[in-house]
Every structure is written in C-alpha cells, then in structure tokens.
Nanobody, 125 residues
C-alpha cells in the first residue's frame, strides 16, 4: 500500500474554484489507478473522479465538465481541480490508490486499497 495525504481543502463560496492535491509515499503511483471520492454529512462516500495508469480520466456525472483530475507520476502527486463549486459539494474529499498495477476500472471503492485521511471542503452560499 501507499500512504496518501490530501491538501488544499478549505472554505470557499459557491462558484469558486479549489485545487486539491494528494501526495503519496511508500510506493510509486506509476502504473496504478488513482481516484477521488467524497463523503457529505449523513451520506455515503461517492466516486468523484478517477485517472487510469495511462492517464485516461473519468468522472461522475455530477462533476463532469467542472472538475479535472490529473497526475504527476514523477512527483507521486494527484490533483483535483474543482471549478464552479456548489454548496451541496461540501464534503470530506478522499484520495485513493488502486490495488495493483495495470488495473482496470476505478469507479468503485473496492478498486482501491489505499486511502488518505480526507480533507474538508466547505462551499458556502
């Protein structure tokens, strides 16, 4: 497994942008799928965005067109650029790393075996 630490969260207003970062240690990101999930108060954790080992990206319908996931394998970093944020997107955001190299999939929690502690994103009206 890899150790993941998220950063970049905070309090923003509706319509603002925020960029989350995820730093990994203990294992290279190269060859692994990476993903972002979020959990709002009282709700289950949900998939937000994923990026394959070949840098193909995929998003939940709720964020498509507004969020962008990217990766820098040389720095062992994954990013989530979030634009036009909405109050209902207030949640704890988690970074996750896939179970094995060259893995397919990535929209389900079971695809990942390493998780960060999460970071709070609060979007006010």
């Amino acid at each position: 497994q890899v150790q993941l630490v998220e950063s970049g969260g905070g309090l923003v207003q509706a319509g603002d942008s925020l960029r989350l970062s995820c730093a990994g240690s203990g294992r290279s990101f190269s060859g692994y799928i990476m993903g972002w999930f979020r959990q709002a108060p009282g709700k289950e954790r949900e998939f937000v965005a994923g990026i394959s080992w070949s840098a193909s990206t995929y998003y939940s319908d709720f964020v498509k067109g507004r969020f962008t996931i990217s990766r820098d394998n040389a720095k062992n970093m994954v990013y989530l650029q979030m634009n036009s944020l909405k109050p209902e997107e207030t949640a704890i955001y988690y970074c996750a790393a896939g179970r094995s190299r060259w893995q397919v999939g990535g929209r389900n929690e079971d695809d990942y075996d390493s998780w960060g502690q999460g970071i709070q994103v609060t979007v006010s009206l």
